[in-house]
Each structure stands twice: as C-alpha cells, then as structure tokens.
C-alpha cells in the first residue's frame, strides 16, 4: 500500500529536506512524487543537465525508505523553449500565441517541442533508471489542454482525416457536407472548426477525437522511452476524473494503472460526495481495475480564493471513500504549502509555517492504519453487479449539441448518468462504469443513459445483453446519431425499438414542467427539460403524461424481450425520489440485494477476493449514524467483533469483515 504526498524540495532550501523527510517518515509515507513542473530546474539551458539536486532529495528519502514517481516535466515548459520556439506554444483561436507564464501552453503537434519532450524524458529515464527508489513515472500533468489552432495542428488534423477516411468522397458523406455547401475537394481545404454551437457537429466531433489521439500519441512518445530504458518501473498518468476534454479509455490503454487527483467540492455544510465515487468508479473502468489517488485533498483549495478547510475527520473520510472505490495508492496534493506562485493557497498537509499540525497528523493517521489494513485488502477490488456505460463520443457529441437546455451549463449526458448513479449509491450498491463495447455478461443489471451516438454493433450488443436476461435500462437521447454524427434516418429509438417495445413518433425540449402519472400512490412527479413522445408497441407503461396534448403517451416503460427486460425513460424526472424508485425497481427486477440498507448520507461500498468481502461504510453527514449491519462481521479499524448494528460518528468510517 502506498501513501505518501506530492512534493516539490526545488520549492524550499535544501536544508529543510531532511525534516521534511523525517517527518514523512514518522507520518507513515512511503511514497511521494516529484518533479513534474521542474523541466528549467533539470536542463537549466537547452540539452544540458542538471540532475544533482534532486539525486539529492531522492536520496534522504530513500534513506528513509520512501520511494519516488518522477514526472516528466513537459506540462511547463521552460522560459527558453518559449523564447527560442515560440511555435512551441500554442495558437490561440485568435491567431495569438498563448503567452508564456502559465502551464499547458504547449501545441502538441509541434515537432520542436515533442523532441525537446522525448529528450528531457529520455535524460530523466537514463539518469533515473539505476536510482533505487525510483519506482514509477506520471507522464506529464492532467492531460487535457490546450486547444492549438497553429498550421502544424491543422496540418495534423487533415493527415489524420486522411487516413481515417481514405478518400474526400467518403469524409464529404460522413460529415454531411452537401448542407450549405461544405464540400471540401482537398484535404488541404479542411479547417480546424473553431465553434461547437456554430460549426458542423460532425468536423467537432472529429476535432475531439483528433485532439485526444494527438494527446495519447504526445503521452506514448514518452511511454516508449520509459519502457525501453525503464523497464521495471511502472508507468501512470494523472487523470482527472470526470473531466472529458480526452477519450481516458484511450490514454489509459498505455499505461499500468490510472491514478486520478481528486478535489472534491466542500461545501458548506457536509454533502455527500457524490462525484468522487462517481470518478472513482469511472477511473476503476478505464482498465477495468484499481487506481491509485495521485493527488488528495489536503486542504483548503483556491488560486485566488479559498474553500473551507476540511472539518476534522473529513481529510480521512475522502480517503477512505477512494479506497472504498479501488484505490491502492494515495498521495496528497501537497506536502506543504508553498509561499510563492500562483497556487499559495492551496493548501498542503503543513502550512506555510511548515508545522506538522492537524491535517498532518490525521493524514498520519490514515498512513498508519493503511498499513494496517494492507494485508486484508491485498487482491482486493470492487465486483460489481450493475453497469453503466460511459461514452466519451456520446458525450461530446451532447457537448456540441445538447439537444434540450440544462440551466446548470452541465453536460447532459453527465448529468443524466450522475441521476441514475446516485439512485443506486443510495441504495448501497457498487456500480462499474464502462465503455459500450464492454462485456455486459458478468452484470445483471446495465445502464446506458444518453447513448446519443450509437452503432448498429453496440445496438445489437445491447440487445443481445438482454435477451440472453439481462436488464436494461435506456432513456432519452439514445440511440439518435450514428458514429459521425448524423442522425439516423429511423424512427427513434431505432435499432433499440423492437427490444424496448416502444417507437418514438415525436419529442420535444420541455419549457416549464409536464405532471406525471404513475399508479399507486406514488409521486407526484414531474417531467422537467425534455420529453420523448413514446408510443408503446409491447412495452407496459409504468409512468404516463398527465398534459392533455400527452395523454397518448407514455413516458416510462417496461419491456420483456428474449430472457430480459428493457427500460426506458423518455424524460428528465425533477424528484429525486423518482429516481431512487427506479432504482428499486431495476435492481428488484435483476434480483440484487444490497448487503445493507444504508441511512441517508451514508456510503456503501464493497472491496472483495475470493476469500474475503470488505464492506466499507461512510457517514458523510456531521450527525451520528446507526444503523442494521448483518451479524458476525468483525470491525478491522476497531478490531473488534460487531453485533448487528453499527455506529459511526460524524465522518465516520467502518470496514467490516463480513461473514
Ligand atoms: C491539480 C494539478 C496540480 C495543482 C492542483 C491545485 O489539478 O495537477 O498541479 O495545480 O491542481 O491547483
Ligand atoms: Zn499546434
């Protein structure tokens, strides 16, 4: 298990490192990372080297067992770079450079700066191979940005139409440019769509596809550096969560795990951390397994304002909530809080003052009782009995045109996902998140929310889930544009209509609100944003308008097919109590039982192997909570046997060993 921070020694006099170290040390860490933002500290001039100081740092930490992850420095680049090859930056919109003073200014095509990438990252690997606590590499920082609209990009982006469509016959039909006379006849005439609301949503979607092929093609560069020269240490990136500017499925498939920084929202009274097991479960899917926290909340964050310091107990309750979800490493952001630079607000474990205080010491507490715990959770991950597929395309395909009006400015595929995701936390169960492709077999119960672009092979794959028995549930926006992003020439929910029993004849973005019927005494609920006009061919109707123009449709239904059932929802729901019956309903449905039934604002998890189930319980409120947990479990952080009910105080959290 490793838990440790991020650290930056080039930040402080060198005199102060071996009480840093001491003190890491004595907090149980064993891991930090360093160096990601020091390219001018390691070739001060270009081509020459300059590794001393941190052989230096390194060593006092390994004497005092710590190891080390070691970023490649690209995601700034030194004040030479920008002033000898201001090409190297990136070509805003406006045809002006970025200006050089911030990070992630670099164009990702440019071949001066990707060699001048591959020669610090080959210098660090040669230097670094022998260093024995080297262990890993991150490969640059938050892959993500920036756009770059230069020659070279644009160059980029027509190369790679090119080969991806073979002929300007073929990219004219896929991008439908016989609408207002977009027909290119020249791959040199392609431009770079610079507006998602005004340019041809096929070219944007390409351009997100290009831009995150360029980002993974940047990263391999390095990767395969790395690999020849390092070939026993691992190789991770830090991701970041729910971020979708890049397709993670696809820069993840080069390294050995993912690791993500995690910075969730605190609000002002407790919340439940809904979107960090969200992107915990959405990392743990990239690979299909555990991830490590490469930066945690240590404290207060804010570049020119500041949020709340965590309340005591929550910097261990965001940790536990991670390696609830799969995580098998943490690092807190940052060590201590620097005194200089944009970031003197973002608070690490120490202070400016360098005192290890509070956050520090429950940080140690956590280090302590990882350790502790290793053994049990050693093998273990999350096996989860439901899926919901998460798509990049379909998502920025949304981005580009959401179809219906979100007043939070929300993805709303994003949303519509974080809708039905919360229902089943509520309900305590663990969910996997996955690409379309994935094998649906090992789920009983799977989700595909606004599967905007969907081809005829996932369509059929979907299908096939569930009439082999599975349950399905789809709603609204699925279905509705094929992989360049033309509507399908279908009734909607096309090739979806036969397995669903439903065929959608009209739909509309909702202005002001539509009540719902349901039976029994359910409700009253109320259709909100968007409704699809459905009309059943098979399907029962669970949940009907109540508006007179509506009376002829349904907007929830239900449909035996093969050995399953599928579900659709035609609309976006205001209560959240209709979710959390929807969610009963499915897993009722898929005959999943949750181990326990959690009190509000309580997290269920489940880390297993073979031989051991782990189930992990937060209280993510500032009240005590009891509740009714299955008999014979045994407390690992209390070390003692429980009976059937359980206690957590505020931001409490248990780990039962259950049965
Ligand atoms: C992260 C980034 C860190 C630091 C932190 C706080 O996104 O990776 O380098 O900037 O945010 O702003
Ligand atoms: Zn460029």
Not at 422 to 445: C, E, H, I, W
Request: charged share 20%.
């Amino acid at each position: 298990m490793y838990i440790g921070v991020d650290y930056y020694p080039e930040h402080w006099p060198s005199n102060r490192w071996t009480t840093d170290a001491d003190l890491m040390a004595e907090a149980g860490f064993n891991i930090a990372r360093l160096a990601e933002f020091a390219w001018v500290d390691m070739e001060p001039v270009e081509g020459e080297f300059e590794f001393g100081w941190l052989d230096e740092a390194l060593s006092i930490l390994g004497k005092r067992n710590i190891s080390a992850i070691l970023g490649t420095p690209t995601a700034v680049m030194p004040a030479w770079m920008a002033h000898q090859y201001p090409e190297t930056l990136a070509m805003q919109k406006d045809g002006t450079r970025i200006v050089w003073g911030v990070r992630k200014n670099n164009c990702f095509t440019s071949s001066v700066y990707r060699k001048r990438s591959e020669r610090i990252t080959l210098a660090m690997a040669e230097h670094f191979a022998q260093t024995p606590n080297v262990i890993g590499w991150q490969t640059d920082n938050e892959f993500g940005q920036p756009y770059c609209y230069c020659d070279e990009c644009r160059g980029g982006f027509q190369t790679w139409l090119q080969r991806k469509y073979g002929s300007l016959d073929e990219l004219n039909r896929a991008w439908g440019n016989h609408f207002w006379g977009q027909k290119v006849q020249g791959w040199d005439e392609i431009v770079i769509p610079v507006d998602d609301s005004t340019y041809n949503p096929s070219a944007c979607l390409d351009w997100r596809r290009f831009f995150s092929w360029l980002n993974v093609s940047f990263q391999r560069d390095q990767v395969n550096i790395l690999r020849k020269i390092c070939p026993t240490h691992f190789i991770t990136h830090n991701f970041m969560g729910l971020f979708k500017g890049l397709n993670y499925y696809e820069l993840a498939t080069d390294l050995d795990f993912v690791s993500w920084d995690n910075y969730p929202k605190l609000g002002v009274t407790p919340q439940i951390r809904y979107d960090a097991s969200l992107s915990a479960d959405v990392m743990r899917g990239l690979k299909g397994k555990n991830f490590w926290i490469m930066e945690q909340t240590a404290g207060a964050p804010g570049w020119a304002t500041f949020g709340r310091n965590p309340r005591p107990g929550e910097i261990r309750s965001i940790a536990y909530q991670q390696l609830a979800h799969g995580a098998d490493g943490n690092l807190w952001f940052r060590w201590r809080t620097c005194t200089a630079g944009r970031e003197q607000y973002w608070h690490g474990l120490l202070g400016h003052d360098g005192r290890p205080l509070r956050r520090y010491d429950e940080a140690a507490q956590v280090a302590h009782e990882y350790h502790r715990l290793a053994p049990e959770l050693e093998g273990t991950t999350i096996k989860a009995d439901v899926a919901i597929i998460y798509d990049y395309e379909s998502l920025w395909a949304l981005d580009i045109q959401p179809g219906y009006s979100n007043p939070e400015g929300n993805n709303v595929g994003q949303d519509a996902i974080k809708r039905y995701y919360q229902a089943l936390f509520r309900a305590g169960v663990n969910v996997d998140m996955v690409p379309p492709s994935a094998d649906l077999t090992p789920y009983k119960l799977v989700l595909a929310p606004h599967l905007y672009i969907l081809s005829d092979t996932i369509a059929e794959h979907l299908n096939a889930y569930v009439r082999a028995g599975g349950v399905l549930l789809t709603d609204c926006r699925t279905a509705v544009k094929d992989e360049t992003s033309l509507c399908y020439d279908r009734t909607l929910p096309g090739k979806l209509s036969e397995m669903l029993g439903i065929s959608i004849e009209e739909y509309e973005a909702v202005i002001g609100e539509y009540p719902l019927t349901m039976s029994g005494d359910l409700g009253p609920f109320t259709a909100t944003h968007y409704a699809d006009w459905v009309h059943t061919t098979g399907a029962d109707v669970l949940a009907s308008y109540a508006s007179w123009h509506l009376a002829d449709y349904a907007a929830v239904t239900r449909h035996r097919f093969g050995k399953g059932w599928g579900w659709y929802v035609g609309t976006v729901v205001k209560e959240t109590k209709f979710y959390d019956w929807l969610a009963a309903g499915l897993l009722n449905q898929a005959s999943i039982s949750p181990i326990v039934t959690p009190p509000a604002g309580v997290e269920v998890s489940l880390r297993e192997r073979q031989d051991q189930k782990l189930l992990f319980l937060l209280n993510h409120t500032e009240q005590p909570q009891d509740m009714v947990i299955p008999e014979g479990c045994y407390d690992l952080l209390k070390d003692i046997m429980c009976g059937d009910r359980l206690h957590l105080d505020r931001y409490g959290v248990a780990i039962l060993k259950v049965g």
